[in-house]
Nanobody
């Protein structure tokens, strides 16, 4: 059973930065598709970023349009950890952020239903 533990959230002023981490255990991390999603109060969970299983090659990444140029997803297979570096944060980025994992890649990496495992979530609050 794969377990994911999210961390790194907090309160930051607009324009600031945070780095989220997601530590995985119980599976073959390097072969997993890893994603970050977020959910604001009253809204549906939405895709933020994904990083594919790379088979030893440079990982392919994908981002939601609203975070392109501001957020960066990366993975450290030696540490079984995926990161989300968030820069130039805006108040509208306020949400609970969740990491997710799937054994093997999927063309529907942007869909929450494609993932098998989820972290507990970490709150990100961006103030004016």
């Amino acid at each position: 059973q794969v377990q994911l533990v999210d961390s790194g959230g907090g309160l930051v002023q607009a324009g600031g930065s945070l780095r989220l981490s997601c530590a995985a255990s119980g599976g073959t991390f390097r072969s997993y598709l890893m994603g970050w999603f977020r959910q604001a109060p009253g809204l549906e969970r939405e895709f933020v970023a994904a990083i594919m299983w790379n088979g030893g090659r440079t990982s392919r990444t994908s981002y939601a349009d609203f975070v392109k140029g501001r957020f960066t997803i990366s993975r450290d297979n030696a540490k079984n950890t995926v990161y989300l570096q968030m820069n130039s944060l805006k108040p509208e980025d306020t949400a609970v952020y969740y990491c997710a994992a799937r054994a093997g890649n999927s063309d529907r990496y942007y869909s929450a239903g494609s993932y098998d495992y989820w972290g507990q979530g970490t709150q990100v609050t961006v103030s004016l």
